[in-house]
């Protein structure tokens, strides 16, 4: 549910003010001490970035991201609240235009209610993040290694819908290791009503997502939706995703597949990461990543990258991203950026 805002010059001058503040206000945040408050109630945080991206057809930019505030409730009773209400593109400089904000808009990411049943079941309701492989779910700036995200995670599936969702934890002992089953059923309520660009609107989104949390994590995510245009099929997606940990370093990766419902291909895409550790809370990235879409785009990516830890809740990351030339709005070339978590 995007809502589209300040398209007056009054709106571009707010904007440019109130992001200045906010941006200000973190970075205060983020460098003072703090201490954790665990007693229940209304708890506010969020997140935001900034960098620059140099490609190598077209103009450099600096931009400010992306400005995230989370407001929760939790008393310790079974019913909690969650939102999430972000500022996109609030601030751009090139070499052309100077600083610019006609850009930016509001985007309600998450607006929902959970209804904890028992210890394994849990109700959920509102606008949430579709449950389908792990980046979608985790995909904040500083909780993700790069500042560029995997095709097959953007293009594929809707990123949020508005319905509702049963999900749980279930404990387990496999061959006397503890592990954990997750699981997670989905179905639209509402269908988005607003579009933003090119932004793919979905409809009659249903599906669900299960993951064995042990020393590989793998996940399985099964999904049917419709484009919502004109003459669009109905889609079945598959989905398998993984992360695990090997001395150090941090593997991961995630697939999907795409049918028609009369069979033919709908599409599909790829990707693999690694994250080796260098020392000093530096890490070397590398991904490869393939994407195909049926009378649209095609091609694959790698990304090769530093990322610099600084804190447990700030990072700084350099990438140097190539590959096909189909992907406009991920463009070839030197992206850098910085986010935070307050």
């Known amino acids: 549910m995007r809502l ?8 571009r001058q707010l904007v440019y003010a109130v992001s200045v503040a906010l941006l200000a206000t973190v970075c205060k945040i ?20 900034a960098g620059i991206t140099a490609p190598r057809k077209g103009n450099t930019e600096f931009n400010l991201n992306e400005i995230s ?21 609030p601030l751009s400089w090139n070499e052309n235009r100077h600083f610019n904000s006609k850009n930016s808009y509001f985007d309600l990411e998450r607006l929902y209610l959970d209804y904890n049943v028992s210890e394994k079941i849990n109700i959920r309701g509102g606008r949430f993040l579709t449950p389908a492989g792990r980046w979608n779910l985790l995909h904040a700036a500083p ?16 990123a949020a819908i508005n319905g509702v969702m049963m999900h749980g934890t279930t404990p387990l002992n496999i061959n006397g290791e503890e592990q954990s089953f997750e699981y997670a059923f989905f179905a639209e ?18 599906g669900a997502h299960f993951k064995l949390n042990n020393r590989f994590n793998l ?31 941090e ?8 049918f028609t419902s009369n069979g033919s291909d709908g599409g599909s895409g790829a990707y693999l990461q690694s994250a080796a550790p260098l020392g000093s809370n530096w890490y070397w990235l590398t991904r490869l990543e393939t994407f195909q879409k049926p009378d649209a785009v095609s091609g694959e990516r790698w990304v ?14 350099m990438e140097f991203v190539g590959g096909s030339d189909n992907f406009t709005d991920t463009p070839r070339g030197f992206i850098g950026s910085f986010a935070v978590l307050f």
């Open 30 to 49: 983020a460098h003072a001490d703090e201490t954790t408050d665990e007693s229940p109630g209304f708890q506010l945080g969020g997140y935001a970035s």
């Open 251 to 258: 593997i991961s990766g995630e697939g999907f597949q795409r």
């Open 143 to 158: 909780l993700v290694w790069t500042g560029t995200r995997p095709l097959a995670t953007n293009y594929l599936f809707p």
């Open 4 to 11: 589209r805002c300040m398209s007056i010059s009054a709106g």
């Open 219 to 249: 996940g399985l995510s099964l999904a049917t939706f419709t484009e919502d245009r004109p003459g669009s099929p109905d889609y079945r997606m598959l989905g398998l995703d993984f992360i695990t940990h090997v001395k150090g370093w």
């Open 69 to 89: 505030l989370m407001l929760s409730w939790d008393n310790n009773a079974r019913l909690k609240f969650f939102s999430e209400l972000e500022l996109e593109r």
């Open 304 to 317: 090769l990258g530093l990322t610099k830890r600084i804190t447990p809740t700030q990072l700084l990351k």
């Open 189 to 206: 309520t509402l269908k988005d009503q607003d579009k933003e660009d090119d932004e793919i609107i979905y409809k009659n989104v249903a």
